[in-house]
């Protein structure tokens, strides 16, 4: 009886043992992982950029889930999902969904440009140009893709590219008649529409420009007084605007075109705030992230202007300035 309880407490404690040696190693495991929401038009470089930082930090493992940017803010706000950083297309949509109730800051780095991106196969592709693509894609044999505005900064640019297009080429009734077209081809984030151009299920798509550069595809380049990239017209840009969903059900927010900027932050309940500030400074590095960023056809916009600059972690502040007041 005796060498029989002796062997129970020899097993017990073995599986106590295991157990603790699990749970360990489990806790080491957590404390080196990172989560990161972020726009599917940022999914090449921050592909780069984990491979990177994981070789430099070894052990550390990095989660990357894209999604529209808005759907990024949801994923947050509406279902709990646990998040470290969020990197988003727009950066207003880190300041109006997820500041002050989710996050205390956000640091603008970097830029983009809407395009009309096609291949080959396209239709009319041999005479598109930045003078009749407007002409071409109202077509009747002409379809075309953009991203649901609801989800993804790039489908409400869409709308906002063709509202500005109307009045820089003088036609009348165009955004509404470009808007209500081929809308069975409107999918959640910019990157899904590749597939169906790909596939010649689509000809044209709405597009940022470094997406199209980072997939070897062909683009027509806009003019600065649509294609929302001049900060310099940012008062001009403002002609155009749509509604997208607010933060309840029911609300709206209504965008306002504008220079495109690209946001990022780190949540307020971050599980490894420690690693997912090394990381964020990783990605606003000239010499690391930022490079990785302009070789993808993203340009820095650092140092930029934070209306959160005081809330913004000493180390990051470098990479921002602070608004007088």
């Given amino acids: 009886m005796k060498r029989i309880t002796l062997l129970l407490s020899i097993v017990l404690a ?20 990172l989560t990161i929401f972020h726009a599917g038009s940022l999914s090449v470089p921050f592909k780069q950029m984990k491979e990177v930082f994981e070789k430099e930090n070894p052990g ?9 940017s808005v759907k990024c803010t949801r994923k947050i706000t509406d279902l709990n999902k646990d998040c470290d950083i969020m990197a988003s297309a727009d950066y207003t949509i880190i300041d109006e969904l997820l500041i002050p109730d989710y996050a ?36 009747d044999d002409v379809l075309f893709g953009r991203s649901d505005p609801n989800s993804d900064p790039c489908g409400y640019r869409a709308i906002l590219t063709s509202q500005l297009s109307e009045k820089y080429y003088n036609q009348p009734g165009f955004a509404e008649k470009i808007t209500s077209k081929n809308r069975e081809y409107i999918r959640p984030k910019e990157v899904d529409l590749l597939a169906l151009l790909e596939s010649n299920t689509i000809d044209y798509i709405f597009l940022y420009r470094s997406v199209a550069q980072q997939h070897e595809l062909k683009y ?31 609300s709206t927010i ?11 932050t780190i949540l307020d309940n971050a599980p490894n705030k420690e690693l997912a500030l090394k990381f964020v400074d990783f990605v606003l590095s000239k010499q690391k992230g930022i490079k990785i960023m302009e070789e993808n056809g993203q340009p820095s916009m650092i140092p930029a202007y934070s209306e959160t600059f005081d ?12 608004i007088n007041d």
């Fill in 14 to 33: 073995v599986l106590i043992l295991c157990s603790c040696n699990n749970k360990n190693q489990k806790n080491k495991s957590e404390n080196n992982q």
């Fill in 60 to 68: 550390v493992k990095i989660l990357l889930e894209s999604a529209g």
């Fill in 311 to 322: 809330a913004i972690p000493e180390k990051l502040k470098q990479y921002s300035l602070k």
């Fill in 104 to 139: 205390s800051w956000n640091i603008k780095f970097a830029s983009n440009e809407m395009a009309i991106v096609y291949h080959d196969a396209s239709k009319y592709s041999d005479e598109i140009n930045a003078r009749n693509w407007h002409e071409i894609l109202l077509r």
């Fill in 220 to 250: 027509v380049i806009l003019s600065d007084s649509i294609n929302l990239k001049n900060p310099d017209l940012s008062n001009y840009y403002k002609n155009a605007k749509v509604d997208i969903t607010g933060k309840t059900p029911g």
């Fill in 254 to 264: 209504t965008k306002m075109g504008q220079a495109m900027v690209y946001g990022i």
